[in-house]
């Protein structure tokens, strides 16, 4: 990339980015957006659809990349649409709202050619890219002898850009990046960010932040700490499986998801069991974790029916360097003993809620 951009966290590198390539009509294409970033492109005026793979709408059958883009989709969309209203195709990596599942290096290879032959730019939402190159390792032929930074570039190489939030996969506490190979583009990016983040060389963070960003890309790539950190998610998601408890397999590389709709069976989609489930771990266990469905991404119809996510997911993501063994036993075992207790969650009702991330400050109650 010829020009890298610090903001102070990723979501301000998104709504730059938007601001300038979104709009009235524009849409924008992923494997699966997360919740910021759609936030973003709709308030660009834009759109975005999701096009994850078959295999990442079952979370209980396993797929080495549950987390890739269906390039049979997208090459129908193009067919029937044209290319004139796409902004960009942005792949997540690891796709977070589908799992924490990666993107193989031939499916990001396969989208680039895509994107190649209809002049459409390709963007890399990169929070965890050092995690989905470590999955493209132990997974896709050819890569076993590869090392993480190889993979990591090969990866960056196919993009035309990426977003960053550096609070995942860079080990910082604050910040982010915008990273971009069209020097016009950067020009326009940078004259925006002075408006709401701060100068272009520091984007609204302290130089203690910007050098923890620089130290943590390199130090994150280390194969010792992503196998220690994957085998812990694979650990808790395997001790889960095992008690029944539905749960997205294969593990993926930063978080545990469950599988609300398959957890609580009785709780229809218009009562969040995403959320219902979340409120019961926290309540049973003080865990702390985030719903990943019809709250998070439902929507309302012209007659304010709800119209509900994909999937009803939700996830624990595991803190770096955190959780030693005992912790992630005792998140087990609250978590298998509410789902033994799971006929006593009820369902939830929104009471208030704001026009745009209203997972973020809406406020629910119990049926």
Not at 6 to 28: C, M, N, Y
Not at 164 to 185: R, Y
Not at 205 to 219: H, M
């Amino acid at each position: 990339m010829s020009s890298i951009i610090p903001t102070h966290q990723g979501r301000a590198a998104e709504k730059i980015l938007f601001s300038i390539t979104g709009g009235k009509d524009k849409v924008f294409i992923s494997n699966t957006l997360f919740d910021t970033t759609r936030a973003n492109i709709e308030f660009s005026g834009s759109s975005g659809i999701d096009m994850i793979c078959v295999e990442g709408k079952k979370p209980s059958i396993p797929a080495p990349f549950k987390g890739n883009l269906d390039t049979g989709v997208l090459k129908d969309y193009i067919a029937k649409n044209g290319t004139e209203q796409i902004a960009m195709v942005l792949l997540t990596v690891t796709n977070n709202s589908g799992g924490g599942q990666p993107v193989s290096m031939q499916n990001i290879r396969d989208t680039k050619n895509i994107c190649s032959l209809y002049n459409i730019p390709l963007y890399i939402d990169a929070c965890r890219f050092a995690e989905n190159a470590y999955f493209i390792k132990l997974r896709e032929k050819g890569y076993e002898d590869k090392s993480i930074i190889e993979i990591a570039n090969e990866m960056f190489s196919y993009a035309d850009g990426c977003t960053m939030s550096a609070k995942k996969d860079a080990f910082a506490n604050i910040g982010g990046f915008l990273a971009l190979k069209d020097d016009d583009l950067a020009v326009k990016c940078r004259n925006l960010l002075i408006i709401t983040e701060g100068f272009p060389t520091y984007g609204g963070l302290a130089g203690r932040d910007l050098e923890a960003i620089a130290i943590g890309l390199y130090e994150v790539m280390d194969e010792h700490y992503l196998q220690y950190r994957i085998r812990s998610i694979e650990y808790i998601t395997q001790k889960l499986d095992a008690a029944g408890v539905p749960v997205m397999l294969p593990a993926g590389g930063h978080a545990v998801y469950l599988d609300a709709k398959e957890f609580l069976p009785t709780i229809p989609v218009n009562q969040y069991p995403g959320q219902a489930l979340v409120c019961a771990l926290y309540k049973k266990g003080g865990i702390r974790c985030v719903e990943i469905g019809s709250l998070m991404f439902g929507r309302y119809d012209h007659n304010h029916k709800l119209v509900p996510a994909a999937l009803e997911l939700v996830r624990l993501a595991i803190p770096r360097r955190v959780y030693t063994q005992s912790h992630i036993d005792y998140v087990a075992e609250v978590i298998i003993e509410v789902f033994n207790e799971r006929d006593q969650i009820s369902g939830l009702r929104i009471v208030e809620e704001p026009p745009v991330l209203r997972h973020f400050t809406a406020r629910l109650e119990e049926y």
